[in-house]
C-alpha cells in the first residue's frame, strides 16, 4: 500500500469516525438534552464534511503520483 493511500484510507475512516460521534451526540441530546450535545454533534458533522473535502482535494492533488 503506498503512502497516498494509507493517507486516503485514514481521512476516511477519520470522515466515518466523525460523522459516528455526530450521530451518537445527538442520541445523548435526545436522551439528556444537554445542549452542549448539541454543539458537539455540530462539530463531529463539520468536521465530518472538512474531512472529506480535505480528501477530495489532496486525491486530486496527487492523482498523477
Not at 450535545?37 to 482535494?57: E, P, Q, T
Amino acid at each position: 500500500m503506498s503512502l497516498r493511500m494509507f493517507h486516503l484510507f485514514f481521512i476516511a475512516m477519520s470522515v466515518i469516525m466523525a460523522a459516528f460521534a455526530g450521530v451518537w451526540a445527538t442520541g445523548q441530546y435526545h436522551a439528556t438534552g444537554d445542549p452542549a450535545m448539541i454543539g458537539g454533534a455540530f462539530c463531529s458533522f463539520a468536521g465530518a464534511v472538512g474531512l472529506a473535502v480535505y480528501g477530495a482535494m489532496f486525491q486530486r492533488k496527487t492523482r498523477n503520483l
